[in-house]
């Protein structure tokens, strides 16, 4: 498993709220960025969401 550094993982997150307006739609963003490309065998809960 490769690790990213903080920049990389700040880049990231900057790429999945690029268009976001505030707060709420940032979340929005990053939760819909999660649910399409992260893959785990079991239930997670991020950020308060199931």
Partial sequence: M???SDAELDALVEQAIIDAYDE????A?????LEEHLIVPFQTTVLGVE
């Fill in 2 to 4: 490769t690790s990213l």
């Fill in 24 to 27: 709420h739609e940032q979340h």
């Fill in 29 to 33: 963003a990053f939760h819909c960025l």
